[in-house]
């Protein structure tokens, strides 16, 4: 029975190169795959509680599930159209190989995700204000999407058509995963919510309308009505 295989974790973080070239050359995929999953779950489940506390009670078991479901519902999405890039641009990757490399990926940057939860945390008990705690946690994904990065640039190596491609995976993987993501939010909720629901019912902007907010109130820079 292929289980979750700790060893594995030191080369997601150390030992890129040689986890994108086992993704391409389709060598024991079935343990990585098993492993990226856990580690998914565990490094986005930890951060999500992280981000829940800023409310406390439910919204941190909510935060907890929430944040890996989105994760690997992005990764679900986007996967065919990682497929169809690599084939287009010069690489033409099976179905299996792009998964194991997504799957890799998300687990590099769940790991990232796990050390900074500490940092977050510190900002919420140092009773950080909702903006700022909403910017940290932006930039603490952002972190963890450029390890996440590093780990498919080795794949696609140098060859033709390389630039073209990473950039047509962080287009795609931006727009489906952050919009997926605040599909299934609120993590924090609103500081005038009296209670934060699981989903959220009420009509509001995208999410990068909503980090653009929340930056400017960060920076000190008020709104137009």
């Known amino acids: 029975m292929i289980g979750f295989d700790a060893s594995l974790l030191g080369a997601l973080l150390r030992e890129p190169g040689e986890v994108s ?3 391409v050359d389709e060598r024991d995929l079935a343990p990585l795959a098993a492993t990226s999953l856990g580690t998914i779950a565990c490094g986005c489940a930890v951060f999500g509680a992280v981000v829940g506390c800023f409310r406390g009670g439910t919204q941190i078991p909510f935060a ?3 944040m890996p ?3 690997l519902a992005a990764l679900a999405i986007c996967g065919p159209a990682f497929h169809a890039l690599a084939a287009v641009f010069g690489r033409p990757w099976s179905l299996r190989t792009v998964v194991a490399l997504g799957l890799a990926a998300g687990a590099r940057a769940s790991l990232v995700l796990l050390a900074l939860a500490p ?5 919420i008990d140092r009773n950080g204000r909702y903006d700022a705690v909403k910017v940290c946690a932006a930039l603490a994904y952002a972190f963890a999407g450029l390890a996440a990065l590093w780990l498919v640039l ?3 190596g140098r060859g033709s058509g390389s630039t073209i491609t990473a950039a047509g995976f962080v287009a795609v993987f931006l727009a489906v995963g952050g919009q997926t993501a605040w599909i299934l939010r609120p993590y924090i ?3 005038s919510d009296a209670v934060v629901p699981l989903f959220v019912s009420r009509q509001e902007g995208g999410v990068a309308d909503a980090l653009a907010r929340s930056a400017r109130a960060v920076v000190g820079v008020s709104e137009r009505r």
């Open 119 to 123: 940092v977050l945390w510190l900002v």
């Open 69 to 71: 479901v989105a994760r």
């Open 189 to 191: 909720g609103e500081p």
């Open 21 to 23: 070239r086992r993704c």
């Open 64 to 66: 907890a599930l929430k």
């Open 154 to 156: 080795r794949a696609l």
